[in-house]
T-cell receptor, first 114, second 112 residues
Framework: DAMVIQNPRYQVTQFGKPVTLSCSQTLNHNVMYWYQQKSSQAPKLLFHYYDKDFNNEADTPDNFQSRRPNTSFCFLDIRSPGLGDAAMYLC?????????????FGNGTRLTVT | AQKVTQAQTEISVVEKEDVTLDCVYETRDTTYYLFWYKQPPSGELVFLIRRNSFDEQNEISGRYSWNFQKSTSSFNFTITASQVVDSAVYFCALSGRRDMRFGAGTRLTVKP
């Protein structure tokens, strides 16, 4: 089945230690998104790639970076994780990135910062 | 600015009861899209339905139904004869030309 896969499912990192979360998709969608979801809150868009075109949300901290080396893969790099960065990180894709295109989500990576 | 409000933080029902999840939105766009997603305990958000701003027809899919009313800026979701497997967090979302904004979600617990 075509899908969005996130690895790892759970990630523990130390305060200030860089960490990378990965996402891959077999849907061949043009657009890939990273959302941050803290406990009992709505998913918050961090950034998205429309093909190779990177789009950063205005309030996304500089501590968060992303890479998309090819259509299938997208990475979220947190350069110096703080305790406040502990959250579920959700990767999603869509076909066109326009408003009517539903998002297809992965299972998420739950990040713990110790 | 776009905003989605889900006033019900948590709802608990007993199996076979009907339950309605409320969603109210704000937007200045004339063309927009509304969505509902389900997030079970496994964590993956699952797309349930999409509605565009020009289509106010209600929709029924099995035990699920959606009521879209532009006059009240609402897009409510009803589960008929709820089941334990319906237990999840449900998110309403609004999209204009590009970005999708989510409401805070409603946690539904269906007890046997």
């Amino acid at each position: 089945d075509a899908m969005v896969i996130q690895n790892p499912r759970y990630q523990v990192t130390q305060f200030g230690k860089p960490v990378t979360l990965s996402c891959s998709q077999t849907l061949n969608h043009n657009v890939m998104y990273w959302y941050q979801q803290k406990s009992s809150q709505a998913p918050k868009l961090l950034f998205h790639y429309y093909d190779k075109d990177f789009n950063n949300e205005a309030d996304t901290p500089d501590n968060f970076q992303s890479r998309r080396p090819n259509t299938s893969f997208c990475f979220l790099d947190i350069r110096s994780p703080g305790l406040g960065d502990a959250a579920m990180y959700l990767c999603a894709t869509s076909t066109t990135g326009t408003g009517n295109s539903p998002l297809h989500f992965g299972n998420g990576t739950r990040l713990t910062v110790t | 600015a776009q905003k989605v409000t889900q006033a019900q933080t948590e709802i608990s029902v007993v199996e076979k009861e009907d339950v309605t999840l409320d969603c109210v939105y704000e937007t200045r766009d004339t063309t927009y899209y509304l969505f509902w997603y389900k997030q079970p305990p496994s964590g993956e958000l699952v797309f349930l339905i999409r509605r565009n701003s020009f289509d106010e027809q209600n929709e029924i899919s099995g035990r699920y139904s959606w009521n879209f009313q532009k006059s009240t800026s609402s897009f409510n979701f009803t589960i008929t004869a709820s089941q334990v497997v319906d237990s999840a967090v449900y998110f309403c979302a609004l999209s204009g030309r590009r970005d999708m904004r989510f409401g805070a979600g409603t946690r539904l617990t269906v007890k046997p």
